[in-house]
């Protein structure tokens, strides 16, 4: 299995021909990659591993998912331009990110609730990031606690996504641990101050944060264990609502019993006895997130960390240039994979505008409708430091676990590094707008 060292800024070159070489190789005694390659294909085995509510959240998105379909249609309205007769026989991915030379210039985004996807969720995440020296942007959502992944993953670069919580003191100790557990950077994401109107979600539903899914952040964390005790306390005299009983109030009580125990100390058996595990989630329901965010909120931010702060869900040149002159660190421009706002602008139609305001002064991290290398490198040629990837991973999550998500990652690599020498490049530093032309 092809792997990148996380320091070693040569490590990924010639990942391309390697990749092919593995799996054509391995094809000669019947062996077959863990995971499709092609990114549709992909997208149905996912859909086959998974139950219908688990597909339906990672893969949908908000509304007639007309923003899904505009990123994709962005990537149609460019193409790469071909340069041939040059010497392509050595090529560098490696990209300066946030004062670091990496060897790649690929992220793995944050994803929440990929419990959903596999039992290992974000520690197989990690693992995998880790194995290929990929940073891994640790969601706030995540199925296990920061320091568990840190642990589990100690070498590999990490970040940590912020939803801004309506509990500043929440909020401050979410940063520190991040610190603590060795984060390299803040992620602010600004777009989920309230939740998108996800239609297929809404036709099952079904939101797993009401199963006490994707919380484990809050429930090891000793501010929203107080606020959980708070609540009950305030709460104890009053009469539980009413809840018809059905085999799935008993499933979604399980899953918040065992969701809970950091709180509640207890096993399966007592937690279904106890009030705690509906008030954690009732809890983090009240306190995921505050549309009253403002820019002025977030010079808070320098107070709680050290780290750098980079603010993901900047889709107009204005809040790129009010972010740098607020001294931020990082832009990061996404529509939240088309999560959030029907019929949004699309990301790729916005990126170069926001890197010409930036100006270099700072990274610009690019996600939305990136499906392989191909769609990398067109965004790393209008000016992109840095391409996250999101959904892919989490389908090669569902289908073969770590495995997985290390096949989808090496793929994508893999293709870049095969588009970047077929274009006539041999370094991503080289990559210019020059490399794609625009669909007439």
């Not at 944060?209 to 952040?217: E, S, W």
């Not at 926001?354 to 790393?380: E, K, M, N, Q």
């Not at 293709?415 to 707008?433: F, K, M, N, P, W």
Request: charged fraction near 20%; proline fraction near 6%.
């Amino acid at each position: 299995m092809t792997t990148v060292a996380p320091d070693d800024p040569a490590a990924a070159r010639g990942i391309g021909r390697r990749v092919q070489s593995d799996i054509y190789r391995a094809g000669i005694s019947g062996a077959r990659p863990a995971v499709p390659v092609h990114p549709d294909a992909l997208e149905r085995a996912a859909r086959r591993a998974l139950s219908a509510e688990a597909f339906v959240y990672i893969q949908g998105g908000a509304g007639t998912g007309r923003t899904m379909d505009a990123n994709r249609a962005a990537f149609a309205r460019r193409q790469v331009w071909p340069r041939p007769l040059r010497d392509v026989s050595s090529r560098d991915l490696s990209t300066t990110f946030l004062g670091r030379t990496r060897p790649t210039p690929l992220l793995l985004a944050p994803l929440g609730v990929m419990e959903l996807a596999h039992a290992q969720a974000d520690l197989a995440v990690a693992r995998a990031a880790a194995s290929l020296g990929i940073p891994y942007v640790l969601s706030n959502q995540a199925s296990f606690p920061m320091e568990q992944v840190a642990h589990e993953a100690p070498a590999g670069p990490r970040l940590f996504q912020l939803y801004w919580s309506s509990s500043d003191e929440l909020n401050a100790s979410l940063l520190r641990r991040a610190e603590a557990s060795g984060c390299e950077a803040i992620v602010v994401t600004l777009d989920t101050h309230l939740l998108g109107w996800r239609t297929q979600d809404l036709d099952l539903a079904y939101l797993p944060f009401t199963r006490g899914l994707g919380i484990a952040q809050y429930t090891s964390d000793p501010v929203f264990q107080q606020l959980v005790r708070e609540r009950a306390r305030a709460s104890a005299d009053q009469p539980a609502a009413r809840v018809r009983m059905t085999a799935k109030t008993v499933a979604a009580g399980v899953s918040m019993a065992r969701k809970t125990r950091g709180i509640t100390g207890a096993g399966v058996r007592d937690g279904l006895r106890s009030p705690l595990p509906r008030v954690a989630v009732e809890t983090f329901l009240d306190v995921f997130s505050t549309p009253a965010l403002t820019w002025d909120d977030l010079p808070k931010a320098r107070a709680w960390t050290s780290l750098p702060i980079l603010l993901k869900g900047i889709v107009h040149p204005d809040d790129a240039v009010r972010a740098m002159d607020a001294g931020l660190d990082g832009v990061w421009v996404s529509n939240h994979g088309g999560r959030q706002i029907d019929d949004a602008v699309p990301t790729l139609d916005v990126l170069e505008k926001i890197v010409a305001r930036v100006d270099g002064r700072a990274p610009v991290v690019f996600d939305s409708g990136v499906r392989g290398g191909a769609d990398a490198f067109i965004a790393l040629a209008m000016g992109a430091t840095a391409v996250a990837i999101g959904r892919p991973y989490a389908y090669g999550l569902a289908v073969a676990g770590e495995d997985g998500v290390r096949e989808v990652m090496r793929n994508i690599l893999a293709e870049l590094d095969i588009t970047l020498g077929l274009s006539g490049h041999t370094a991503i530093a080289e990559v210019t707008r020059d490399a794609i032309r625009d669909v007439p």
